[in-house]
């Protein structure tokens, strides 16, 4: 046995996230900020692959976009 476990032991209201289920720290922080919403690392990470994927896709989209030479839709500028 560490010292940590021990320590753990010792003191069960301490905890340095030694659990059985360890999660990165983009993670742990998307279930922190979510308030409870989101209550385990599966759930964390299937959030984190539908960000990636939309910013993926809207970065094709900005691509198309430009190359193809269709402007954006801007106001004209108030002179």
Known sequence: MD?????EK??????FGTSSEEC?????S????SR???Q????ANYILLTIAAVMIIATIMITIMAFSG???LVPPAAT
């Open 3 to 7: 010292i940590l476990e021990q320590y």
């Open 10 to 15: 010792e003191n069960p209201q301490v905890s």
């Open 24 to 28: 990165s720290a983009i993670t742990c």
């Open 30 to 33: 998307v279930i922190r900020l």
């Open 36 to 38: 409870g919403r989101i």
């Open 40 to 43: 385990d690392v599966r759930q």
């Open 70 to 72: 269709i402007t954006p």
